[in-house]
């Protein structure tokens, strides 16, 4: 993903490793050039992008504090 600096995306996102952030419009070039055309970075970043989705946001990364959400109990902010 691309994404800008805004929200949350700078906790979800690391610049290079699973997305790329752009600040800058000369941001968006770059990132938009590695993505199109570095089909190897492209691939690279998509794996740790998948991972850092299956770590943090699916269902089973979240079981544990679903079942305390459910049980009444109280549960910390959300971290990634």
Do not use: K
Not at 35 to 49: F, H, K, N, S, V
């Amino acid at each position: 993903a691309i994404v800008s600096p805004v929200g949350v995306n700078t906790r979800i996102v690391t610049d290079g490793e699973n997305g790329w952030v752009a600040r800058s419009q000369e941001d968006w070039l770059r990132a938009l050039e590695s993505a199109l055309g570095d089909p190897e970075a492209r691939a690279r970043i998509g794996r740790a992008a998948r991972r850092t989705v299956m770590e943090h946001f699916t269902f089973d990364a979240h079981r544990s504090r679903m079942r305390a959400i459910l049980r009444g109990e109280d549960v910390t902010a959300f971290e990634l």
